[in-house]
């Protein structure tokens, strides 16, 4: 198990970046596949993207394709979302999430499947 706290949301303009993080604590971070999820308004919440173990393996979903990066850092325990390019329709609360998935070649998407969550952080894009 482990705790996940996730910073770095905000209000940006669109067409503008923010940097996600989301740092963990607990054992065997590195055994972790990551995943960032987003809720936003009246919605459920959905898959953004993920990463496996040692970063060999990313996915995104296709509406963020080309504009999100997902990154991780094992000696720091933390998780990043770069978002570029944003749309109001990014507007969400944003949830890291893990599930410990060791030498994972294939990233999760199903939420169901992620046993940490953090509390979320809000990202607000005005137009």
């Known amino acids: 198990q482990v705790q996940l706290v996730e910073s770095g949301g905000g209000l940006v303009q669109a067409g503008g970046s923010l940097r996600l993080s989301c740092r963990a604590s607990?054992?065997?971070?590195?055994?972790?596949?990551m995943g960032w999820f987003r809720q936003a308004p009246g919605k459920e919440r959905d898959f953004v993207a993920g990463i496996t173990w040692y970063g060999g393996s990313t996915y995104y979903a296709d509406s963020v394709k080309g504009r999100f990066t997902i990154s991780r850092d094992n000696a720091k325990n933390t998780v990043y979302l770069q978002l570029n390019s944003l749309k109001s329709e990014d507007t969400a609360v944003y949830y890291c999430?893990?599930?410990?998935?060791?030498?994972?070649?294939?990233?999760?998407?199903?939420?169901?499947?992620?046993?940490?969550w953090g509390q979320g952080t809000q990202v607000t894009v005005s137009s």
């Open positions: 999430a893990a599930r410990i998935a060791p030498r994972a070649t294939v990233v999760h998407t199903s939420q169901t499947g992620y046993n940490d």
């Open positions: 607990g054992r065997s971070f590195s055994s972790y596949t």
